[in-house]
């Protein structure tokens, strides 16, 4: 049976870190109306008491090699991945968690060091080998085929396969290869991943992840001042392969700073924008800025309510965005908030809960909203992996 969450009496180590429409009633209750309709809307709730804490399934020794990467609703449950590519904990396994009884369950081990994501891709589910145990001839994927998770061994010198997408009818694997001519860093495919093509002409550095955004995909590598400038340019696919846009990748991280490894994490499609959080590093990735851009050449960076809360995670159900992030407190703890809005431009927030550790990534069932605890290299947390629930009768009263 879950257990409630609890703050801890001592104060605990000091660390760094997607809804279906709620009914009327709700909508309501969160706007504040009394009798009359007047008078300021009465403020969020904190659920920290009520909170449910469903499990630690990982047996990792590693506290970092426990950090929930990415959450994914799929099938009836929920996808879990975690891991460790920089000390290589591995192999690693895929979790699922039934959003239903909170039972969790171990269903495929891969060959990874880390799950890093999963991508639900023309109704399928996917997992990119984002760090494999196998020699670097070869990548893998993951597909999840009748029910039961299938390993792919195809992608060419795929020492890291970062991200998929699919566009046009194409599947297309984003790399990190040993940047070794002729290694080419972005591959695509036309029998669903047997066999694969060079889908550019002379990218061989780390592309990280691919976006489809107004009917358009682009690849983005990782940002660094210490590359030569046509490494940082976004890539565009233009039906034959991936071009450079011009565009340096500079240009979409407004809020960042000058002196670091920057990424674009979580790009998510709402409104006519990609929303995206902004990310110092790029394995043990920190989340600086929350950011949109519409026309892939200019961004600007977006203000929620709390300025010291930091982005983790975004998630769409509908015509809602829900942010998920984190403000550090003085005694070691954070606040998890989750923040809502229809139009990128007013944001209220829908609850707040206190805990041990940052919530990594989210997702949401029926109205409840699972969390996946987590914390930086260099800063391990003991509530590091930690599955949290909050359900929707909690926040909606």
């Not at 909508?27 to 469903?54: E, K």
């Not at 991200?163 to 290869?177: K, P, R």
């Not at 000058?258 to 409104?271: I, K, N, S």
Request: overall charge negative.
């Amino acid at each position: 049976m879950p257990r409630t969450l609890q703050r801890s009496a001592a104060p605990p180590r000091r660390v760094p870190r997607r809804a279906v429409g709620l009914a009327a009633a709700v909508v309501l209750a969160a706007c504040g109306d009394g009798p009359t309709g007047s008078g300021p809307p009465p403020p969020p709730p904190d659920v920290t008491a009520a909170v449910d804490a469903l499990g630690t399934p990982f047996t990792e020794a590693s506290l970092y090699a426990r950090n929930v990467w990415d959450l994914q609703r799929f099938g009836g449950v929920i996808h879990i991945g975690h891991g460790d590519s920089t000390d290589n904990w591995g192999p690693i396994a895929i979790w699922s968690l039934d959003p239903a009884t909170g039972g969790l369950t171990s269903e495929f081990t891969t060959s990874e060091e880390q799950v890093d994501e999963f991508r639900v891709l023309d109704g399928e589910l996917y997992v990119p080998g984002h760090d494999p145990r196998d020699d670097w001839t070869l990548g893998n994927f993951y597909r999840l085929e009748a029910g039961k998770w299938v390993k792919h061994r195809t992608i060419p010198n795929g020492l890291h396969t970062f991200d998929l997408a699919t566009h046009g009818g194409l599947l297309f694997a984003a790399l990190g290869a040993d940047s070794v001519p002729g290694h080419l860093t972005l591959q695509v495919s036309a029998d669903r991943g047997q066999t694969w093509q060079p889908g550019t002409d002379n990218v061989l550095g780390r592309v990280y992840t691919l976006f489809e955004h107004g009917g358009e995909l682009y690849g983005f590598p990782a940002f660094w001042r210490v590359f030569p400038i046509e490494e940082h340019q976004v890539l565009r696919w233009d039906g034959t392969r991936f071009v450079r846009t011009g565009v340096e990748l500079d240009a979409l991280l407004p809020g960042a700073p000058q002196d670091a490894v920057l990424r674009v994490m979580r790009p998510t499609e709402f409104a006519g924008a990609m929303v995206y959080v902004v990310a110092r590093r790029t394995f043990d990735w920190r989340p600086v800025a929350l950011a949109m851009t519409r026309d892939m050449r200019t961004a600007q960076q977006v203000a929620l309510p709390d300025a010291g809360a930091v982005p983790f995670d975004l998630l769409v159900r509908g015509g809602t965005l829900y942010v998920l992030t984190a403000t550090p407190q003085a005694d070691g703890s954070f606040v998890t908030r989750v923040y809502q809005t229809s139009d990128l431009s007013g944001w209220t927030e829908l609850f707040h809960f206190t805990a041990p550790a940052f919530a990594r990534s989210f997702e949401e069932n029926g109205g409840d909203f699972f969390f996946g605890l987590g914390c930086t290299y260099t800063a391990p947390n003991a509530a590091t992996g930690s599955l949290l629930r909050v359900r929707r009768a909690v926040y909606a009263q």
